[in-house]
Nanobody, 125 residues
Framework: QVQLVESGGGLVQAGGSLRLSCTAS????????MGWFRQAPGKEREFVAA????????KYLDSVKGRFTISRDNVKNTAYLQMNSLKPEDTAVYYC??????????????????WGRGTQVTVSS
C-alpha cells in the first residue's frame, strides 16, 4: 500500500505561482511513476504531469507546458508540481497519484493505483 497526501493548494491571482507537494508513505519503493491530475467543476479528471521516480523522465499536458514543472525527491518520498503563470482555467482540485508499473507516457488515470484526497487550487482573474 502507498498513502499519498497533497499540500500547497490555495487561492492565487492570475499570473501567480503555487507549489504543490505530494508526500508518499508506505511501500513507496514500489511506485514507479508519480503523477498529478486535476478536476474542475463539471469536468472530467484530466492528466496534468507525470515523472518516473527512478529515471526522472517527465510528461506534461500541452496546456501547462512551459508553466508547470514536476519534480521529485526520492529521499523525502515527495513529488512536487511547481505552477507558474497560473490562469483561471487552471482552477481545479489537484490530485497526486502513484503508478506501480505504468509509464509517464500513459496519461490514463486507470493506470494509477493510488490516489491522494486532492488539494484545491483557485486562480482568480
Amino acid at each position: 500500500q502507498v498513502q499519498l497526501v497533497e499540500s500547497g493548494g490555495g487561492l492565487v491571482q492570475a499570473g501567480g505561482s503555487l507549489r504543490l507537494s505530494c508526500t508518499a508513505s508506505g511501500r513507496t519503493i514500489s511506485a514507479s511513476v508519480m503523477g498529478w491530475f486535476r478536476q474542475a467543476p463539471g469536468k472530467e479528471r484530466e492528466f496534468v504531469a507525470a515523472i518516473n521516480r527512478r529515471l526522472g523522465a517527465t510528461k506534461y499536458l500541452d496546456s501547462v507546458k512551459g508553466r508547470f514543472t514536476i519534480s521529485r525527491d526520492n529521499v523525502k518520498n515527495t513529488a512536487y508540481l511547481q505552477m507558474n503563470s497560473l490562469k483561471p482555467e487552471d482552477t481545479a482540485v489537484y490530485y497526486c497519484a502513484a503508478s506501480l508499473a505504468g509509464s509517464v507516457y500513459d496519461t490514463s488515470d486507470a493506470r494509477y493505483n493510488y490516489w491522494g484526497r486532492g488539494t484545491q487550487v483557485t486562480v482568480s482573474s
